[in-house]
């Protein structure tokens, strides 16, 4: 599996916006690239997901470079809810394929 | 929305004991898959399962661990033999055959305790 490099912790305040970083340099053709997030004592709960195009949905939006060799989740405005940890994951293409977990970045909120 | 359930929420066995924990997928998702996460580590890859066979596994789902879908509901992980590091949280996830690289809906997770 392509690996991937986050930051070990980053910090936000509530209510501003948040730029989470992941840099996947050997990111093949087929891999989507995939954020999950934990939040304490809870199952991994899916963020948003892309392939080569920048993506929004109402959690959260990706952006990914040009050359797909890196990618910033954007979380609009920081809740206390959302600190948790966030994994940046590749993922192959074909269906039902396995997430290789990292270590992810842990995001505190600050009131 | 709807949600993967698993039960029991904790489970505490002897070493040596067989354990079942079980997980009801979202009803028409087809893809199954076990993770697994120790205390302060990363979550973990088990097996995923597809059309009642397992389609992937990792090195960790040696010959301790089976997987089955005993009917059209439920999906279940076996362990036939608790060791000690067995012990960890365990994550059932399930997800729709989709086009567009599908996402994983998670369970709360099983704890399971291996004294």
């Known amino acids: 599996d392509a690996k991937t490099t986050q930051p070990n912790s980053m910090e936000s305040n509530e209510e501003e916006p948040v730029h989470l970083p992941c840099n996947h340099s050997?990111?093949?053709?087929?891999?989507?690239i995939h954020w999950y997030r934990q939040l304490p004592s809870q199952g991994p709960e899916y963020v948003i997901h892309g392939l080569t195009s920048n993506v929004n949905n109402r959690m959260a939006s990706l952006a990914i470079a040009e050359d797909r060799k890196s990618s910033t989740l954007i979380l609009h405005r920081a809740t206390l809810r959302d600190a948790a940890v966030y994994y940046c994951?590749?993922?192959?293409?074909?269906?039902?394929?396995?997430?290789?977990f990292g270590e992810g970045t842990q995001l505190t909120v600050n009131p | 929305e709807p949600e993967v359930t698993q039960t029991p929420s904790h489970q505490v066995t002897q070493m040596g004991q067989e354990v079942i924990l079980r997980c009801v997928p979202i009803s028409n998702h087809l893809y199954f898959y076990w993770y697994r996460q120790i205390l302060g580590q990363k979550v973990e890859f088990l097996v995923s399962f597809y059309n009642n066979e397992i389609s992937e596994k990792s090195e960790i789902f040696d010959d301790q661990f089976s997987v089955e879908r005993p009917d059209g509901s439920n999906f279940t992980l076996k362990i036939r033999s608790t060791k000690l590091e067995d012990s960890a949280m365990y994550f059932c996830?399930?997800?729709?055959?989709?086009?567009?690289?599908?996402?994983?809906?998670f369970g709360s997770g099983t704890q399971l305790s291996v004294l």
């Open positions: 050997t990111i093949s053709g087929t891999d989507y």
């Open positions: 996830a399930s997800s729709e055959l989709t086009a567009t690289n599908e996402k994983l809906f």
């Open positions: 994951i590749l993922r192959r293409g074909t269906s039902g394929s396995r997430l290789t």
